[in-house]
């Protein structure tokens, strides 16, 4: 029972490594779209090509996804660093891996989860949050290149341009709602494993106590 | 990284590496406690008799006891399931 709830144990916390893994690098390209939103902004205002309230707009949201992206990356860290050091630790032992190494892994991850359940469910609602804003930002900039024609009534938009200006976002954006689903799914599964331990625990005091 | 423990979980941790006599400096800096807790874990696993003090010369040693077994067994028989009856996480 204990090679399979190793091997099981060791491929929730790859899954859960990869997943921290690129929650960094994906925070940090949200960062970097903010900013890049922010100096195209400013370019267009200094060369004076449009109006500056659209300039001033886009460099507002970029503002704000710089600073999401940030504090995303603060919190990927730490949920990164802390998974990385579990795995360290599954990685040095040696096969077999007896019941009491497996169990005292269980509990260093549930322990790790209780920890972290709050930044893991912040990180949640700003995977939602950054996805949803890249998406709208994406949108936005689209529109640059819509152009609407009075006397034939048609909109028309340069797909050659829009194209290689706007994929990136709309890839974050999917990538950002896929990482907070994923955050979803393993808060759900350690959120039911908790329930369990909260159950179990009348059991042990009853052991305990008979002492 | 001790993390946020319950105290069945740390009786366990206790209890697992005293199955060897152990020093009372030993326990709390593996079990990652400091000297107020640690002192009260042992005294209640002393008084529910899962542990044994062992005195060689003038140093105190910890020890589970055979009592310890079945609390060690079904906590590990708890969490062990965990991972049984819940489906678990995939990417």
């Given amino acids: ?211 | 990284m001790g993390g946020r423990r319950t105290s069945y979980e740390i009786y366990w941790e206790i209890l697992v590496f005293c199955k060897t006599p152990r020093s009372f400096t030993s326990i709390i800096n593996r079990c990652d406690l400091n000297s107020k807790t640690g002192q009260e874990y042992l005294e209640f696993l002393s008084g529910k008799g899962y542990l044994s003090i062992v005195t060689e010369g003038e140093r105190i040693r910890y020890q589970a006891t055979g009592q310890a077994a079945e609390y060690i067994a079904l906590f590990t028989r708890l969490y062990q399931s965990l991972f049984d009856t819940i489906p678990g996480f995939k990417l």
Wanted: aromatic letters at 12%; glycine letters at 6%; proline letters at 2%.
């Fill in chain 1, 1 to 211: 029972m204990t090679d399979n709830i190793s091997q099981q144990f060791a491929g929730e916390l790859r899954s859960f490594f990869v997943l921290s893994l690129l929650n960094v690098v994906f925070a940090a390209l949200v960062m970097a779209f903010g900013i890049q939103f922010i100096v195209i902004s400013v370019l267009a205002l200094v060369e004076g090509e449009t109006s500056i309230v659209f300039p001033a707009i886009q460099i507002l949201l970029g503002g704000v996804a710089v600073l999401v992206g940030l504090r995303w990356i603060l919190a990927s860290v730490q949920i990164f660093s802390g998974i990385k050091q579990l795995r360290d630790e599954y990685s040095g032992l040696e096969d077999p891996v007896s019941d009491e190494t497996i169990t005292g892994l269980i509990i260093r991850m549930i322990s790790y989860y209780r920890e972290n359940r709050e930044t893991i469910q912040t990180m949640i609602i700003a995977g939602i949050f950054c996805g949803f804003y890249i998406l709208i930002l994406g949108i936005i900039h689209s529109l640059e290149f819509l152009s609407f024609s009075f006397s034939s009534g048609t909109f028309t938009i340069d797909i050659h341009r829009v194209i290689p200006s706007t994929l990136p976002a709309y890839f974050i954006a999917v990538v950002s709602l896929f990482s907070a689903a994923f955050f979803k799914k393993f808060s759900k599964v350690w959120d039911l494993r908790q329930q369990e331990i909260d159950r179990a625990e009348e059991n042990l005091q009853h052991v305990l106590e008979q002492g």
